[in-house]
């Protein structure tokens, strides 16, 4: 799949968050990257940055948080481009999760481990 196809798959699934979430979404920058660092190279999107919930008064003049979501890694583990799009989905909806603040721990009770 080419690296424009994804960013659309990237696009439809940050669209597909509910508008009273999104609408709280707050300084974020949303990336596509091809592959993962090399410390990491399964690794299918990261959030970095400040999550809403540890967010005070001192929060100001900061750069965007990032959320990144990595293509190659992702097609290396699906076989279909309808798995590419659950996967693409469920890793949009990870790390965006991240941002207000959910943890692993509870990602992966509800299925978005």
């Known amino acids: ?11 439809e699934a940050l ?4 508008p009273e979430l999104a609408a709280l979404i707050d ?3 949303v990336f596509v ?9 399964h690794l299918l999107g990261i959030y970095e940055g400040i999550p809403l919930t540890e967010r ?3 929060y100001g003049g900061v750069l965007p948080d990032r959320i990144t979501i990595y293509r190659n890694p992702t097609l290396e583990i699906c076989d279909t481009i ?3 799009v659950d996967e693409v989905n469920i890793t949009v909806v990870h790390e965006v999760a991240h941002h207000f ?3 692993d721990a509870r990602l992966h009770e509800l299925g978005y481990g």
């Not at 799949?1 to 696009?11: I, K, N, T, W």
């Not at 990257?33 to 190279?41: H, K, Q, Y």
């Open 1 to 11: 799949m080419s690296r424009a196809d994804f960013e659309v798959l990237v696009s």
């Open 27 to 29: 300084n974020v920058a």
């Open 33 to 41: 990257e091809d592959d993962s660092p090399a410390g990491d190279p």
């Open 82 to 84: 309808e798995d590419v």
């Open 15 to 18: 669209d597909q968050v509910p």
């Open 101 to 103: 603040g959910i943890d």
């Open 56 to 58: 005070g008064h001192f």
